[in-house]
């Protein structure tokens, strides 16, 4: 499981690597991240940091270590984000634009 602040990237990178997930959000966009993975199915509800106490950490954490559902969940999606190759994608699409000339991008 991944246990963190909910920011975009570490939250990108628990699902892209398939784990279920606990956000204990203090700021930002944290909250959101948080509730998106729990409405995904893969992670637990999250803890905003005011709420937090060892008692319901531990239970987030036991939660989606063992609920079969949400690991499964999380598994799938990260299967799912890894099968789009966004990194190679992307890196295509930067590198096609080196080779074309200002006036091609402004068209594109």
């Not at 628990?14 to 279920?20: D, E, F, K, M, T």
């Not at 700021?27 to 409405?39: A, L, S």
Request: glycine share 12%; hydrophobic share 40%; net charge positive.
């Amino acid at each position: 499981a991944v246990v963190h602040h909910g920011g975009a990237g570490t939250t990108a990178a628990g699902l892209c690597a398939g784990r279920p997930t606990v956000i204990c959000s203090f700021m930002g966009d944290q909250p959101f991240w948080g509730q998106r993975v729990y409405e995904l199915g893969v992670g637990s509800q999250p803890i905003p940091q005011k709420k937090l106490t060892p008692d319901n950490l531990a239970a987030a954490i036991r939660e989606v270590t063992t609920n079969l559902s949400i690991r499964q969940h999380a598994e799938a999606l990260g299967a799912k984000i890894r099968a789009e190759a966004g990194v190679a994608n992307t890196v295509a699409l930067i590198e096609s634009m080196g080779s074309k000339t200002e006036r091609e991008l402004a068209r594109a």
